[in-house]
């Protein structure tokens, strides 16, 4: 009798900033168990989210392809991905797995799975805690306990949505990494915050009245992450009591990172900034992963179908434009390419070009932090980007510049599209808009609003759930 094929569980972790993490060297001890997950396996120090944000991040994750095949650069895309796309659940699905995702309705990159299903995940002060992850769970042990029952392989995504905002965790995690008073009248941290109108109302929707530190607001989010951390034990756990560890792939990623008081970003994650690249990756998968492995070698979202394909054992016929990583676990690669493209249409439209010591950041269109059209950071002498060099550093400014176009080039050949964050003129949602001709025009019209229009704005049109 042939051996049944290996199952996949892959936790797509939502604004996880790999930096907040303790097994990435984070001081605060945030996950301990996603940790000890990471011992068990291999770990990924330098993996890259390279389109922001969450609908373009998802793309690449789950097709194994950039942002010129997917043609996906915005939050707000329209319609869905183009058939001569496969998704990650259409793959395995017609290798003859069963597919279930939750939290994930709607998302252009959630086309092809057999279940769907979805859990509560926004809210407001009023409403707290948010138990988003408790939630989640209860949603997923069944569907978990469901899937090790059927003679075919399973692929289960899990869409966690505690790192992105409202951070309202319950106790003791509201507490963990903060005792002073979020009030205090001395405290003027969060006077800048409240004076940005287009996320003010967002952040006052689910945060205390009356706060003034914004240390709180970050320390709310090292206490999501925590939160996090043990439901997901609870599930690694299950995992454990239906026998299903030895045969079943364990992958953890973040879709992009998240943006806290750097920046002045505020609590989101817009932005080219590192603390929005970086994100986490890890496998286990024991018997054929060797346990407690770091790799330090660059990768990003776009290598992770490609490998997972490599260690399911499934041939799917298609060139990706990702590369597996299984080179680097093994030792033969210690890197894939060092320097990339980058891109970003959430509240603002840029691109830029990433390599190991430098990060420049183009403009398409003013933004509504009023922010210089050309930024340039030394990452190995400023890797907080604090001192923008693009004035100092101009013959690096256009090396880069020429790398990037250069690239954009390669690509539009090899694909026959234009680059998308060319053609995304509407990327805002201001539907006919075009362009922002100002800065002050951008931050006069773009607002998210409260919790719940955050929530419809992430959302988009959802289609009809399908059922078990």
Sequence with gaps: MAKRKRNLILFGIDSLWADRMSCYGYHRQTSPHMDKLATQGVLFENTYSPHIPTTSAYASMLSGMDCFTTEVVALRHKGGLTKKIKTLPEILGKAGYNTSCVGFTGNPSSRGFDTYLEY?????????????AELLNDVT????????????????????????????????????????????????????????????????SWMPPGITDAEYVNAQYDGEIAYMDACIQRLLQRVDELGLADDTLIVLNGDHGETLDEHDCYWDHHGMYECTLHVPLMMRLPGVLSEGKRLSGYNTHQDLVPTVMELLGVRPGIKFDGRSLMGMIRGRRRTHSPEFYITEATWMRKHGWRTPQWKLIVALEPDFHFKPEIELYNLIEDPGETKNLANKEKAVVELLRGRMEAWIAKRERETGNVNPMYTNLDWHGKKGHGPFKSSQEAYDMMHIGSAERARQLQAGEKGKKKKR
């Design 120 to 132: 509560p995940a926004w809210g407001s002060w009023e409403q707290r805690p948010l138990r988003k």
């Design 141 to 204: 042990i069944p569907e978990l306990e469901r899937l090790s029952r059927s003679k075919k392989p399973f692929f289960l995504f899990l869409r966690h949505m505690d790192p992105h905002a409202p951070y309202l965790p319950p106790a003791p995690y509201d507490t963990m990494f903060y005792s002073a008073d979020p009030c205090d009248p001395e405290v003027k941290s969060m006077d800048a915050p409240k004076a940005f109108k287009p996320f003010r109302d967002f952040h006052l």
